[in-house]
């Protein structure tokens, strides 16, 4: 087409979905709240409402946004350990293998006397892991990148390795566990699993930090314990599918991790986008605009109506909404022309019942020169007064695409 | 199903579908102009929007008509070339391998003097090509067909065929090429081709139509250069999967091809129902209703909105629409009582973008004994009110042979 490419702005409001409250007479937070700014987009833009993976599905985070990526979720999703680990920065690649792990206090005969080693956090864990760098056991390269308080990812990459392993974790205070391979093709990897606890004992009963510990009566974390084994994902990367450069930002740990492991940059932010109710919209939009100077695709993820949703806080959700459409207004005035921005959810979390649901969600989708559509206003059913009816997910992209100039013909 | 089984009338307005144009304030072509005739469809039957292929994809042409026509065009569509053989009436069956061709000049060397043989046309080409029937290579039987000026198209039949074959025509004048199989199996291929090739150029060359070129000091015909090589999908031919006697109402050569290769009767109509802004929408709607004497279904194109659309010119567009609900007068006025009519789009051409995008197009479904539903304009958006919601090209037909009494119940 001769027509300039534009820019994709996708702004998910995490579980922003709600059903009737009766505190509210029956309206949602959305209803109840009065958003000018988000409304602009929908009188501007279309609307419609959307299933995120297909109709009645309670989508997690994860398998969400692999759709709103434009992935089949129910073809790439392994579990979350991946997720998680590249959460943290460990992003990897097809073949590696994932755990989560825990910082715990063992004996000299590896019965665990602590499983999170006294909540013990950084900075101490961050020497800690400094510890364990430079392992590679049988061609088994070995990374480990610290988490939250005792919470710690481990990532194997090498050949032959498989996620159908036992973890060495007992969960319990037990005597660590033999990690114990569940197919043939596994024994490599448990055997590494196992030398690798030992190798963290070894490398941690004596550390500084733990002599320090023990002067101070804290339970010392003298190793790590694996669980939750899981396979990187075979994802064809984000800009090489659709020929776009793409960016995250975001600030929970997983959507980063999604972002990071579907190949798009993860950008840096600011302690004060917190990735709670506390986050700074507008400054968080800010930095998404100026990501768009250097990126073809945004995606901005505000995690607060989610937090709000499971913490069954309807009032609380109606503020977040509030703080939203102010961010929302900031972006109105101060974005370039040439953008496609989208306003939607990834699933439903309504705070009466403080969990994800299948319904499906707001979707308002803008850009200059579309067809006026009879949606007023950003809601549950607002939007499904729209012209775009109700897609998926997963369609939610090339329509995007689409609209950016960005599709290449199928046929001729 | 003891009621009477009705026909079906897909009327397909190529690339009707458009944006918002900013002269026309925001309107589409579809909604800046009055439609009488096309909404007394709308408002006696069914609307809805439909994506044809699936949300936010552009469609091709070939790829759309495949849909709407109920085939799943990612799995059957392999390519340009077999549909425009068969738009010339060369139409192939699975396994047949098709070519484009020139007409070309060369010398005894068979250096190139001239690619088209300088725009030669009908009625020489129709004279040359009838010297090169009853050709047969090797046990592959040899079919060559005239196009428009000095374009043809040749068709391979016969045991072990493969596409995967280099093109004779060097696209420059250079020494005509041997063609050279891609992979072991196409060595047959390439080894036929290169025979006709030889063969063509024998039997032109002292051809009485070129010594009288030659004596006109007019470049000579004297050789045949093939291209594009395409096997012919494996398209099970639609009054077969469909148990209905089906023919094609157009004018484009590419959607008679199509037509064609699934099976469809390709009716021949005169010179004017042109395929252009110019065609007798008319006389084409009176020769479908004929045709439906005889036929059970029968799709007719009307190409000239994609026309207006490519050439970016919303004002041509709207007298198009004008002249098609003209047409839609006549038919209404004129066709039978059990009948069930479609006015659709195989895609949008925005008069804005001057290509195919994927924008949902307009869909109206009439038979009488319809649910009254709020549509009443038939436009992008207005037939999106419809109770027929969002729907896909391939659903289409389905949802036609229903109300048309001539499904088969799935399950008892």
Redesign the interface.
């Known amino acids: ?3 300039s490419k534009k820019r994709i702005l996708f702004i998910i409001m995490d579980g922003m979905g709600d059903r009737a409250c009766p505190e509210l007479g029956g309206k949602t937070p959305l209803q109840a709240v009065d958003t000018p700014n988000i409304d602009w987009f929908v009188s501007k833009g279309n609307s419609g409402i959307m299933d995120v993976i297909s109709p009645g599905i309670r989508p997690g985070s994860d398998t969400a946004h692999l759709s709103l990526l434009g992935y089949n979720a129910k073809e790439v999703y392994t579990g979350r350990g991946p997720f998680e680990a590249a959460g943290i920065g460990l992003i990897g690649r097809k073949g590696d293998v994932a755990f989560r792990c825990n910082f715990g206090t063992v004996d000299s005969d590896l019965n665990i006397l602590d499983r999170r080693a006294g909540r013990i956090k950084a900075p101490d864990t961050t020497e800690l892991v400094r510890s364990l760098s430079d392992i590679m056991i049988k061609g088994v390269e070995v990374t480990v990148r610290e988490g939250t308080e005792h919470r710690a990812a481990l990532l194997l990459r090498g050949p032959g390795l498989s996620s159908l392993v036992t973890d060495a974790d007992p969960h319990d205070t037990a005597k660590v566990l033999e990690s114990k391979p569940l197919v043939p093709e596994a024994a490599l990897t448990a055997e590494v699993l196992n030398e690798f606890v030992r190798i963290s004992y070894e490398r941690m009963k004596d550390h500084p930090v733990n002599r320090k510990r023990r002067e101070a009566g804290l339970p010392e974390a003298n190793i790590l314990l694996p669980r939750g084994a899981g396979s990187f994902p075979d994802i064809d990367p984000f800009p090489q599918v659709n020929g776009m450069s793409a960016a995250c930002v975001a600030g929970v740990g997983m959507i980063k991790g999604i972002c990071g492991v579907c190949g798009l940059d993860v950008i840096d932010l600011p302690p004060a986008c917190t990735g709670g109710s506390d986050t700074d919209m507008i400054l968080k939009t800010r930095i998404a605009l100026e990501t768009l100077e250097h990126y073809d695709f945004v995606l901005m993820n505000f995690k607060a109506p989610d937090v709000c949703g499971h913490d069954m806080m309807y009032a609380k959700k109606m503020e977040v909404i509030r703080k939203a459409d102010v961010a929302a207004k900031y972006l109105r005035e101060n974005m370039p022309e040439d953008m496609v921005v989208v306003f939607t959810a990834d699933h439903s979390t309504p705070s009466t019942t403080g969990d994800h649901t299948g319904d499906p969600v707001p979707l308002t989708i803008y850009t200059d ?5 009879d949606a007023e206003e950003y809601s549950e059913y607002g939007c499904a007064k729209g ?6 997910g997963h ?1 939610l ?6 609209l950016a ?1 960005r ?6």
């Open positions: 087409m001769a027509v020169g579309m067809i006026q559509d012209r775009l009816g109700r897609i998926r369609d992209l090339p329509i995007c695409m689409d100039n599709s290449e013909k199928f046929g001729a």
